[in-house]
């Protein structure tokens, strides 16, 4: 979509989709996303079964999320999991996703194309202007960014036991944890959320260690790791 022209054409999967599962008509009103916040009300305008184009109407730049919320989340075994961990940390507005290797997690091929298609389809069904980066990479390298990390950007270590750490690092609750003035200020939120089996006495050490690092303790329940990486996702989501 350029936001300098008055048409835009439609991919072809976008076209089947448009003509032959929603029966849309040569005019009927549509939605475009680029991913990175602009948005644009238009027409369409079938040229044949298999084509179409879209007249644009009205473009919008949406303003981006703040504070910005990344997730790392360990690799899950099931890839059906991992899909909807990735749909639906789309829905609640994460920018950055990133799926990652630690000690408990099993090396696997994953489908990026497959990942992209599943947070568009989510961004679309959402209504969000903004598609999540995602990407792959090992606990050790995350860890190195956020050692160099300027102030503001905040990691959350979320652990299903109660830490009582050195120097003040005890885990908290959410409600505990957003409400000290250094949080008042926070412009990324990075949660980390280990892999089936949770993360490593070893590995909640070492990240406890990062600057500014906070513990998180979600309760009694003990939640799937998909499932804790959206209930902190829509958590922190909603902190801003």
Do not use: Y
Request: some cysteine; overall charge neutral; charged content about 30%.
């Amino acid at each position: 979509m350029d936001a300098l022209s008055p048409l835009a054409e439609l991919p072809a999967d976008e076209t089947h989709h448009a003509l032959q599962v929603l029966r849309l008509k040569s005019g009927d009103e549509i939605r475009l996303i680029n991913g990175r916040g602009l948005t644009a009300a238009a027409r369409l305008l079938p040229s044949g079964k298999k084509k179409a184009q879209a007249e644009i109407v009205q473009l919008t730049q949406a303003e981006r999320p703040k504070p910005r919320i990344t997730v790392f989340l360990g690799l899950l075994k099931n890839r059906q999991r991992m899909e909807w961990a990735v749909e639906k940390l789309t829905e609640t507005g994460v920018q950055r996703i990133i799926l990652g290797e630690t000690t408990r997690t099993e090396r696997q091929k994953l489908r990026a194309d497959r990942l992209e298609s599943v947070a568009l389809s989510a961004a679309k069904q959402s209504l969000t202007a903004w598609i999540p980066e995602i990407s792959t990479t090992s606990l050790a390298e995350i860890m190195r960014e956020m050692d160099e990390a300027e102030t503001g950007h905040i990691p959350v270590i979320a652990h299903e036991k109660i830490v009582e750490g050195e120097g003040g690092r005890t885990s908290r609750s959410f409600r505990e944890l957003i409400s000290d003035r250094e949080a008042a200020e926070v412009t990324e939120w990075v949660l980390f959320i280990g892999p089936e089996g949770g993360f490593t006495d070893d590995e909640v050490s070492r990240l406890s260690a990062l600057p500014q690092a906070r513990l998180l303790h979600l309760g009694p329940q003990r939640l799937r790791a998909e499932t804790a990486a959206v209930v902190c996702a829509a958590l922190f989501g909603c902190s801003g």
